[in-house]
């Protein structure tokens, strides 16, 4: 399933409640910009940043150190959360027939398992909380709009138009 990418820059309305550079706040997809403005807005957010928080992370896939910059820090009333935004199957283990787009889904998943056990790590050292927010909790946040259900009986097929013939 291909999937339409969102990328800009984000300009908050609230300047004063974003922690990092505010000129250089970028979103990577539609939901991650749902949540930005969400930051931005929602009383409970007290201050909040963008890819701001760098957390060292060891991949299984290479045995090597990386950097992970995580997507949100969020400051709320209840407590801070460091915020990664996923779709939900990037969640799962991927499942199916042996091919190489299985083994790239695989070690990707490989690798946010890694990122994810250190960041969760690194936020308990912190007394934070490490969360992974799908578009499933996004829309029961409310911070996403839910997708349109589909009326049964108006997506008919349209009928075929016939071509008028050409003169000769």
């Known amino acids: 399933m291909a999937f339409k990418t969102y ?8 300047p004063e409640r ?15 910009k ?7 807005t929602a009383s409970n957010v007290i201050a909040w ?7 060292p992370y060891l991949c ?18 209840e407590g801070v959360l460091l915020v990664e935004v996923k779709p939900a199957h990037q969640c799962k283990t991927p499942r199916g027939p042996k091919t190489k787009k299985l083994l790239n889904e695989a070690l990707t998943y490989i690798k ?31 911070i ?9 009986g108006t997506m008919k097929k349209l009928p075929r138009l016939k071509r008028p013939k050409k003169s000769r």
Not at 18 to 32: A, L
Not at 113 to 141: C, P
Not at 145 to 151: C, E, T
């Open 112 to 142: 946010n398992q890694s990122k994810w056990k250190a960041a969760e790590s690194y936020a308990l050292d912190r007394g934070w909380k490490f969360v992974i927010w799908t578009e499933t909790e996004l829309q029961n946040m409310g």
């Open 18 to 32: 974003y922690t990092g550079k505010v000129k250089e706040i970028v979103y990577r997809s539609q939901w991650e």
């Open 60 to 77: 299984e896939t290479d045995k090597r150190y990386h950097r992970y910059f995580v997507d949100f820090l969020i400051k709320t009333n």
């Open 34 to 40: 749902y949540v930005m403005m969400y930051c931005d």
């Open 49 to 55: 940043s963008s890819e701001e928080v760098v957390v």
């Open 7 to 14: 990328k800009g820059k984000f300009k908050p309305k609230n």
């Open 144 to 152: 996403m709009p839910k997708p349109l259900k589909k009326v049964p």
